[in-house]
Structures are given as C-alpha cells and as structure tokens.
C-alpha cells in the first residue's frame, strides 16, 4: 500500500496532474522534491520549478502540539538533498544537515524524518543541501504545530513569503550564490510572492478575526510589513508566544529564516480596501497586497485575549551563565578595512588588501569569530556543556543584515545595543543590522552538532556559519 502510493507519488501522471492544478497531498506526510511548474506570476508563463510534492510552496504540514512527526522524504532531484525543520527543538539525527546529522539524501534515494513535537507554533521546512540554490527553486514549505487549546480566531491563514529573481521570461535567473551576491545583501529577487503567487489581493470580512502566520522563506530580502489601519497584534515570534503588543514603530520586520504570527481584527467596512505595504528598504518601498473586505463576518468581533500558553523551554540561569562574544565580520565594505585605512591616513595596508581579495578567492566572504567556514562538516565553532546557560554576545562587525539562526535550540533574545529586550523574546532566528550588538541567552539542553548561522543563504554558504557541539 505504502509502496504503491510511493510509486504513484514519484510517476509523471502525479507531477503532472499537479502541474494541472490538481494538488492531492498524500495521506500520511510524504514529501517528495522534484521538478516541477509553477503559475508564479498571474497571466504570465509557467516557471520550471523545484517542488515538495509538486507545490509551491511545499503543502502545510499540519500537526498537534505533543504528537510524533513522521516525514517520509524521497528525492527525485537529479541532485542530493535533505530537509531541515526549521525552528523545531528535536534529536539532532532528525536535523537535516548534510554530512553534520545525517548523509545527504542521493537521487533516488529515500530518508524517514521522526521526531516529537514539544512545541506548538509556526515553523517551517527547507532543504539544507545547495540551499542557495534548492530553497530559491520552491523547496520550502510551513510546518504548523497547533496549540491544545487554540485561540479562537475566524480563519487561521499561512502567507508564506518569497522572493524570486525572474528572467523576462519568468524563469528562475541561474547564478546561485555568485561572489557580487555572496558579498553584498545576498540573492535579492525582483518578485514577491505570497504562497509562491505574485498576489492580486487577499479576500477579507468584516469584523472577523485573522491568524496570520507569516513566514519568511526569501534568500535574502528583509520583509517589514506595515498594515496600515489594520493595527496588527505580534502574538509569536518564530512560533514562541510572548506578550501581545502592537509591532515596534508599525511594522513587523521579518529576517529571512523568521516567522511571527499576528491576530488581525478586521474593523473595516465592506468594500474598503486595506493595503499592506513592504517599507523595509527605504529605496524599495511597494505595495505587496490589497486587502479586500467582501462581505461581513461579524457585528460583533471576537475579543478575547490572545496570549498563548508558553512553551515548555528551558530558561536560561543568566547569573551562572557563560558569556561567549561573537564576533560577525567581513563582506563588501568591511569595517574593518576601512578603520585600518583610516587609521592609516588614507593609505590601504596591502597586507589585509591581500588577505582580503584571497578569501574572497577561495568563497570566503563572511567570518565567525575570525573563522570563514563554507562546509557543514567542520571542527565546532564552539563546545558547549550539555545543561549549563549560555549568553551569545553577538557583534555585527559589518556592514549588512544579517539574520542569525541557531539549529535545535530556542534562546533569549536578551538585548540589542545593551537595551533590554521587552515582551519576553524567545527565538531561534534574530536579525542583526549593521553594526548591532545583540544579546542571546539559552540553556545547551540538547545534545549534538547544531549549525549556526546566517540565513541569508549566499553568506552561509560563503562562510557565515559554524558548529555548536553540545556534550
Ligand atoms: Cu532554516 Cu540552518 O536553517
Ligand atoms: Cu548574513
């Protein structure tokens, strides 16, 4: 039965009949990447694609907070790859990185994710092999654990968002993880989609109440949406609940990696239309939907709190813990290099200009701590003793964003530039501007080699990454 089903899934009857529209998800959680195409832009030609089970995005795996996942993964990409379950705390052989927790998953090849499911929120999943590459294809999905006692809301809607760089012909421009990219911001696309669909507008009601799960899944692009009058409540943040508060200075800023999940309120007429507009980058400010109120739900809104029940994490004893500094550095414009040619009245020091264009040689753009690490496979960056806390002091040495994301564990996001955090942060991806200091705080509970790293995906893959082993 299994088998058959398998067989069917990996026939081109299946691919094609999703192709056409026609998006079955298997009974049970199978994914299955593979060539495929997608209607990414309305009216225009198809895009050639890389997909789970056909899809763009991946389906939503939907689960129960307390339940054991059971993923069944068969590559039918002509190259390896593996998944990863971003954001979930779970054994570190179920991770999904290659050479690091398991071996890459060969073409053809087959690979039964198992893990429980301690934590209820929204996360999300996407190969950790070529990620430059396969996740910029369509390889990405939303992993949704609901609470046991959900908030009641009227519709519970997952915008997964992304970022395309499209030819004229919309294909998926090639030149994964090129030095220009690498260097700078990473892969910037020139197309936004939501759900792998550049949206038209997004059908709303009067009076009823939203749960809007956002997902960043770009390469690269930042997302900080603003909602107008629609005044947003941020109930989570990478599937952690904290305080209910309206997002800082209007708009919910979103790192590549990051998720946050929002309780809308729709307190709009009918025939309004409620705009939501991208303002992260000054110079590319644009509208990414109209909403549009169709109808009434309600007269009477719902109105109850929507604080979420927490997570059981482990919170970290910040008087015993260890502080460890981390230093980011690298990249164009390095401010490094240029405090050394200004100490230096003006006068470049030809010995770092060498180092410089030598690493940038050899794909190393981005340093941890002085180390520039391009591989999963790796001597740890850090060996962390398995129960005790430990504060990251994270210093953004560079001149970029950087989105940093630490594999199997939850942290504290305790300070940025010594303020304190407030609304009681957890996470497992914290965005880092230009020049930032930010403190993280977490308990080493679980054992294993975790990646850590930045999400944008050209400057992991050009040495922003490293290895916490916990023993
Ligand atoms: Cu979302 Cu190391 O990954
Ligand atoms: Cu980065």
Redesign the pocket.
Known sequence: MRLSRRHFLAGSAAFGAAAAGVHAQPAGKELVPAPARAAIVPGQRETDVWAFNGMVPGPVLRFRQGERARIDVTNRLAQETTV?W?GLRLPNAMDG?PHLTQPPIPPGGRFLYEFDLPDAGTFWY?P?ASSSEQVERGLAGAFIVEEREPPEVDRDVVWLLDDWRLTQEAAVAGEFGNMMDASHAGRLGNTVTINGRVPERFAVQAGERLRLRLINAANARVFGLAFGDLAPTVVTLDGQPLEPHPPPAGRVVLGP?MRADLILDIAAPTGATLPVTDTFYARGRYKLVDMAVEGTRRVSPLTQPVRLAANPLSVPDLSAAERIVIELGGGMMDPRLMRAVRERSGQPDPEMIRQFRERMAAGQVWTLNGQSVTQHQHAPLLTLRRGRSYVFAMNNDTAWHHPM?L?GMTFRVLSRNGQAVPHGEWRDTTLLDPGERVEIGFVADNPGDW?F?C?VLEHQEAGMMGTIRVT
């Open positions: 990863h971003h990185v996407h950790h990696g994301h594999h990646m790293h999400h």
